[in-house]
């Protein structure tokens, strides 16, 4: 996964406040910031970003999937170190990247099922099939075929 785009925004003490703390604690007084977005494009069904993988931890990857990748936002105050930045976005990144990986092994053993499962249902309604037409000529009426 590469950040393909940073986004740059100034945010007043107004706006720093409405857009508050990821840790979503209601913010009384905040200095002007820059509102920081970094967008991961990723290729497959957006959908799947959304699904909860059977393997998962109970710190879910922050962020917000869009069309163009998943979009997180970052408020950063005036003199804020980068590595307050950088680690935190590390950590997310490498559990987003967790997260992907534990919803692909999903994915690829529906899958790698799914020819069993398909056989089995079509020789079910054969049997289902097979059987009314067993009971159907039994009662000596005429069937429709």
């Known amino acids: 996964m590469n950040v393909t785009r940073f986004q740059l925004s100034?945010?007043?003490?107004?706006?720093?406040r409405k857009a508050g703390d990821p840790a979503g604690k209601e913010i009384r007084f905040m200095p002007p910031a820059t509102q920081l977005e970094v967008v991961?494009?990723?290729n497959g069904d957006q959908e799947l970003?959304?699904?909860?993988?059977?393997m998962y931890t109970s710190?879910?990857?922050g962020g917000e999937t869009k069309g163009d990748g998943i979009h997180i936002v970052y408020i950063v105050r005036a003199g804020t170190d980068t590595a307050q930045i950088m680690g935190p976005f590390d950590a997310n990144l490498a559990n987003i990247k967790r997260w992907i990986s534990s919803i692909e092994n999903d994915v690829?053993?529906?899958?790698n099922g799914l020819d069993a499962r398909i056989l089995a249902?079509?020789?079910?309604?054969k049997q289902q099939v097979d059987?009314?037409?067993s009971a159907a000529s039994g009662l000596g009426f005429p069937v429709r075929k």
């Open 108 to 111: 690829n053993a529906f899958n």
């Open 49 to 54: 970003l959304d699904v909860q993988p059977n």
């Open 131 to 133: 059987y009314n037409d």
């Open 59 to 61: 710190n879910l990857p």
């Open 40 to 42: 991961i494009p990723y």
């Open 121 to 125: 249902a079509v020789d079910l309604r």
């Open 10 to 16: 100034r945010l007043d003490a107004a706006e720093a």
